[in-house]
């Protein structure tokens, strides 16, 4: 048995999401493919020999369209998965879910009145096995309660279109969704601290970039975004308990030893670091559907309460002060 996917957004992550599903993930078809650009749209699809739809809204409505992936940019995610909800098909959304507070909260009363969870958001760093590693050891309460959480997520440069802001909201944003699943809470508040600007990169940037959060139960969280850092990507996240300590593996590799030095690579592209989650991901949601059951992986509510966290970041941006995480009661659906 294979399940129908249509993708809305034939862009960088769209086109390799549909050649995961069409090669690497089993039990998935792509039969049909939409992009405001229908010349992105039309190679995308030939290459797994997809159809073209002329619009998002069609591709939904679409008989062989069993389940939606959306990948276009995100203002338009909020419209396209509220579209699936109405039409009772399950929706993989990249994130962000949402850029506006208030289409959150008509995604979750939409999923609500729906009667059973319908949309899954791609935090991908939920299905790393080292960050699977880490969830195991606090769940089995070996490092005791958590105290601390220092996380550092640097990328070799970015191009110039990233702006001061997307820090919070395109980068740190996965530490946030990470951070909340691990310790298993909600942040309260947040702090942006802004230390000396590198000057490797555009002036117009302020980078790096640190926040500094609070969860529900007075734990501490630091995030430092560092986007122009030279030498790598590199992701990584120690969480300090009352009875020890839990460190999130790097990437396996050789140790050259050479010359009275031992190194190893760091990599350089995000998409290389997280592929075999991007792999899991996918093939968790699709094990799902094929057994009719609803996505384990994260909700609306963990989309909505990502960019709740995120938007509040920015705000301290510009203020400098704390500011308080204002999330509503999380409604027993998503429990
Ligand atoms: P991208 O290369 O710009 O691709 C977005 C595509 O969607 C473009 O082809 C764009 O067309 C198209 N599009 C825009 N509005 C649309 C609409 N209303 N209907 C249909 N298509 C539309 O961006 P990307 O890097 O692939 O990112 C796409 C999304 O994935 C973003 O939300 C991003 O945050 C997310 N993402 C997540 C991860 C992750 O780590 N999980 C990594 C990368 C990206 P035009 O180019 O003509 O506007």
């Known amino acids: 048995m294979s399940i129908g996917i249509g993708l809305i957004g034939t862009g960088w992550i769209g086109e390799q999401h549909v050649h995961r599903l069409a090669n690497v993930v089993s039990g998935a078809r792509v039969v049909a493919v939409s992009d ?18 002329d619009s998002a809204e069609a591709l939904i409505e679409d008989p062989e369209v069993e389940a939606v992936v959306v990948t ?8 396209q998965v509220l579209a699936c909800i109405s039409a009772g098909k399950p929706v993989f959304c990249e994130k962000p879910l949402i850029t506006e507070i208030a289409d959150g909260q008509r995604i979750l009363k939409a999923e609500q009145a729906a009667g059973r969870r319908l949309v899954q958001v791609g935090f991908m760093r939920r299905y790393d096995a080292g960050y699977r590693q880490m969830k195991r050891v606090l769940d089995s309460g070996e490092i005791g309660a958590p105290l601390m959480a220092h996380c550092v997520h640097r990328n070799p440069n970015v191009r110039e279109a990233y702006t001061t802001e997307m820090a919070a909201k395109d980068t740190a944003v996965h530490e946030v969704d990470s951070l909340r699943w691990l310790l298993g809470e909600e942040f309260t508040s947040v702090q942006t ?19 500094l959060f609070e969860t529900a139960s007075g734990a501490r969280v630091d995030v430092e975004a560092f986007v122009n850092c030279q030498y790598g990507y590199d992701i990584q996240c120690e969480i300090v308990g009352e009875d020890g300590a839990v460190r999130l593996p790097d990437p396996a590799g050789p140790v050259v030893r050479k010359a009275g030095r031992a190194s190893a690579e760091v990599l350089q592209e995000f998409g290389d670091r997280f592929a075999d989650a991007f792999d899991v991901e996918l093939q968790e949601w699709v094990d799902r559907l094929i057994a009719g059951q609803e996505p384990t992986g994260p909700t609306s509510w963990d989309g909505f309460a990502a960019t709740v966290v995120v938007d509040a970041a920015v705000r301290s941006l510009h203020s400098g002060g704390i500011v308080p995480i204002d999330l509503p009661p999380r409604p027993d659906f998503y429990a």
């Open 36 to 53: 405001i650009d229908a010349e992105s749209a039309g190679k995308v699809a030939a290459s797994v020999g997809a159809r073209v739809v």
């Open 72 to 79: 276009s940019w995100g203002p338009a995610h909020a419209e």
């Open 193 to 211: 601290i802004l230390p000396r600007k590198t000057s490797k990169r555009f002036p117009h940037l302020q980078d790096p970039q640190i926040f």
